[in-house]
């Protein structure tokens, strides 16, 4: 980024920045002075934020809740094979020498299958609980882009000649000012 007002700093959002600095130098060549440059593709940022926020909700959350049960059931039964294996060769280890092994080897196989179950149930009926973000009304993912925008907005820092680093609601806020001072 070289200068505030050749760069939008919403260029550096993920996955979409580079066409956004695309499109900003597009709108810059037609001379569209740079808060509404900033102003527009924030809304633009924001309309096709909300809508992959509602598409994740609606269709990948569910479906991802569904899908990876069997999986994570799975890793939770070799954990649980790994885990008991210390059971094991300690019982067979106690075994061998004609001896009952002590109780804290069972203690430890009763601690691991109890815990292990426990996780297990919680997949089981945890995950596709997942579906219930099907139903999220609209004023939560709202909210959700609010504070993803405000997370942004304070965590960015556009270069500026007043100070080491603004934010970029400040930045636009310079611009447009600036930008009616003129007029």
Request: neutral net charge; proline residues 7%; contains cysteine.
């Amino acid at each position: 980024m070289t200068t505030g007002e050749v760069v939008n700093p919403v260029a550096d959002v993920p996955l979409v920045g580079g066409l956004l600095a695309v499109l900003d130098e597009f709108a810059a060549g037609l001379g569209v002075p740079f808060w509404l440059r900033a102003l527009a593709e924030c809304a633009l940022v924001a309309v096709v934020g909300f809508a992959v926020l509602r598409l994740v909700a609606t269709r990948v959350l569910p479906w991802v809740g569904e899908a990876l049960v069997r999986p994570v059931v799975l890793v939770t039964a070799a954990v649980r094979a790994l885990l008991l294996l210390v059971d094991l060769g300690i019982s067979r280890a106690v075994r061998r020498f004609g001896r009952v092994p002590p109780e804290p080897v069972y203690a430890y196989g009763t601690a691991v299958m109890a815990v292990l179950d426990v996780v297990e149930g919680f997949v089981r009926a945890g995950l596709p609980k997942l579906a219930i973000a099907r139903a999220a009304p609209r004023w939560l993912l709202v909210g959700a882009m609010v504070m993803a925008f405000l997370a942004w907005n304070g965590n960015e820092c556009v270069p500026s000649a007043d100070t080491a680093c603004v934010s970029p609601v400040n930045h636009w806020t310079t611009s447009f000012e600036a930008w009616v001072g003129t007029r």
